[in-house]
């Protein structure tokens, strides 16, 4: 039977931080499904079709990761539905900082809750990526800054897009 573990998040633009985070994950399980997080609650600059295209671009374009190991999605359910809708009871998250840990011990307590059968998994992106995060991404490209350090270069080419 092939492990499969859910990696939600909103990737508003995906990083180096989430690609570490999959990279580790493709180490573990069989397959990992990039559940790209589509509810209304959030002020996104990419809508949900375009963040899973650049999510798509980042891993299989530049990065040629393999497309066989590697489901993106569009999601507005619970995690823990998607976890039984692709036969997962594990929950990938990833951890920048101590200031990251309160609010995905959290999340992990209720996801547990909401299923006891679900485990999340907690990974570190490498020591480089982990003052990466989305929300600095678009302020340094808004602000005409380089991030070539922080993302992929089809991700780059779509931020300046939307910045123009």
Not at 117 to 134: G, R
Request: net charge positive.
């Amino acid at each position: 039977m092939k492990k499969v573990a859910i990696y939600p998040g909103t990737f508003d633009p995906i990083t180096f931080g989430h690609i570490d985070v999959i990279k580790k994950g493709l180490k573990l399980f069989d397959k990992i499904v990039v559940a790209v997080s589509n509810v209304d609650n959030k002020n996104y600059l990419f809508d949900s079709d375009e963040r899973i295209q650049i999510v798509n671009k980042a891993l299989f374009f530049d990065l040629k990761l393999d497309k066989r190991k590697i489901i993106i999605i569009s999601f507005t359910t619970l995690t823990t539905d998607l976890c039984k809708k692709y036969k997962s009871n594990i929950i990938l998250r990833g951890l920048r900082a101590v200031s990251d840990f309160e609010y995905e011990f959290q999340l992990a307590g209720m996801n547990r809750k909401l299923n006891n059968k679900i485990e999340t998994l907690f990974l570190m992106s490498d020591v480089e990526n982990q003052i990466i995060s989305s929300k600095f991404v678009k302020e340094i490209v808004k602000l005409k800054g380089d991030i070539k350090k922080f993302t992929t270069k089809s991700t780059i080419k779509l931020l300046k897009e939307k910045y123009e």
